[in-house]
């Protein structure tokens, strides 16, 4: 049973992250990550909060931090979620992780929609070409 | 984590639920949150069950209280939302879309997901926040408690009806019973008392002769009581059939007696209008002779 500790803890997390959001849709990216951090140390079970806070760190600039979050939510229940697992492969990948990259995209196929999983498979096709060049490239020299 | 800018907006800072900069994130908490989830829930079902049963007893209102539905503008965002997300999700499905970014997409759609998330758990929270007064609680349980006397006295009566039918079923086949039983005593008595009567004449052929009479009328009663035993069962059968299913025959009878009355004037009235046709054509006949004549 919701004691009403809980109950009052989700409603403001749901109140926070909802300022949060608009901050994010304004542009301000920092602050709003800051409301999506307080919003997850109210709620820490909701997954889509450490998505938005991995979002929002990302257009922050903060590309370790946000990895750390989309892998937070991936863990929490986000493992089924296409778009989270894609966009914690994109990040992985501007990092220079390629092989984690490349799992956390076969996720995302695996559990994408029939006509996002066609898109995600040629995103693979030429991931997996460029990787190739890299490795190539990094063989020569 | 990193938390550089001070907060002043959308909160004014006397109504900020939280310092940012003076509560630092904790680094333990993605651990706690992987634990939390990872605990075993209860049974959906069962647990739902549970609580009802609870709230039913429990002078607390539980969970399944309901309070105020989700008003008019919020189901109004939430659809919005809603529509935002299948349309941010329409991109995936355009091959022929140049532009699409697979990322600001992930982004979009994770972001409004859980703003209608965040919106849903609002409303379930509202709904489930509104708690009964002493008094609603009393009316509840009285409620109940009428509903459950009702219930009781149904059952009772169930149960009296059914075991009056068992009563009286006995009571049936005992009498049943007690007939033949009687019957047959009768009849063994009266063979006996003949066989002793015929053992009493004497031991001669002569003397057996009429024991052996005796007897075969006593066999012959036996019989006969039988015979009119299982005559008087098959008339009571037949009688309450004729009762039961059949209906009251005499009504039957005047019913049957009424159609075919009512036949036969039919019969009669059919052979009228051929009778009459047939004159009429008799009549057409000799007039049109007449005519020819002249």
Same mark, same amino acid.
């Given at each position: ?53 991995? @979002? ?28 989270? =697992?894609?966009?914690? &492969? ?17 996720? /995302?196929?695996?559990? &994408? ?29 | ?44 079902? =069962?647990?739902? =069950? ?32 809603? @529509?935002?997300?299948?349309? !941010? ?14 990322? /600001?997409?992930?982004?979009?759609? $994770?972001?409004?997901? &859980? ?65 033949? /039983?009687? =019957? ?31 007897? &075969? ?5 036996? /019989? $006969?009581?039988?015979?009119? !035993? ?19 025959? @005499? ?31 008799? !009549? ?11």
């Amino acid at each position: 049973m919701m004691t009403n500790k809980i109950k009052l803890d989700k409603w403001q997390a749901a109140d926070t992250f909802k300022r949060g959001y608009s901050l994010f849709r304004c542009g301000q990216y920092d602050e709003a990550a800051n409301y999506f951090l307080m919003c997850i140390l109210l709620a820490p079970k909701e997954y889509l909060y450490w998505s938005s806070l991995g @979002h929002a760190q990302r257009r922050g600039g903060n590309l370790n931090e946000a990895i750390e979050s989309y892998k937070a939510a991936v863990l929490i229940g986000g493992s089924k979620d296409s778009d989270l =697992l894609f966009a914690l &492969a994109e990040s992985l990948k501007e990092r220079g992780d390629n092989r984690p990259a490349f799992k956390a995209l076969k996720e /995302a196929i695996l559990h &994408a929609e029939p006509e996002f999983q066609t898109r995600l498979k040629m995103i693979k096709s030429g991931w997996y070409k460029e990787f190739k060049n890299l490795e190539s490239e990094r063989s020569e020299n | 984590m990193r938390i550089e800018r001070e907060i002043v907006q959308p909160y004014p800072p006397h109504t900020l639920p939280y310092n940012p900069e003076t509560i630092a994130p904790k680094p333990s908490a993605v651990i706690e949150a992987v634990q939390e989830a990872k605990k075993p829930q209860p049974a959906g079902m =069962l647990s739902n =069950l549970y609580n009802w049963f609870k709230n039913l007893f429990s002078e607390t209102p539980g969970e399944t209280e309901k309070g105020a539905p989700p008003t008019i503008v919020e189901q109004d965002r939430i659809s919005k939302h809603m @529509h935002q997300i299948s349309q !941010l999700q329409a991109h995936h499905k355009d091959m022929l879309d140049d532009t699409f970014d697979p990322l /600001a997409l992930a982004t979009e759609i $994770g972001l409004e997901k &859980a703003w209608v998330k965040a919106q849903i758990d609002q409303i379930k929270i509202r709904e489930n926040q509104i708690e009964l007064n002493q008094e609603e609680l009393k009316q509840i349980h009285e409620a109940i408690q009428k509903i459950k006397g009702k219930i009781d006295e149904l059952m009772a009566k169930e149960n009296e009806n059914g075991r009056k039918a068992v009563i009286f079923g006995n009571l049936e086949v005992a009498s049943c019973a007690l007939i033949v /039983a009687t =019957l047959i005593v009768f009849s063994s008595v009266s063979l006996a008392s003949a066989l002793t009567s015929g053992a009493a004449i004497g031991p001669g052929l002569a003397a057996s002769l009429p024991a052996i009479k005796v007897t &075969a009328e006593a066999l012959g009663m036996l /019989a $006969g009581g039988a015979s009119a !035993l299982a005559k008087s069962v098959y008339k009571f059968k037949a009688n309450s059939y004729d009762a039961k299913i059949l209906g009251a025959r @005499h009504k039957r009878q005047v019913g049957y007696s009424k159609s075919d009355d009512l036949i036969d004037r039919m019969k009669e009235a059919s052979e009228a209008v051929t009778a009459g046709y047939k004159n009429a054509a008799e !009549l057409e006949k000799k007039k049109n002779e007449a005519i020819r004549s002249f």
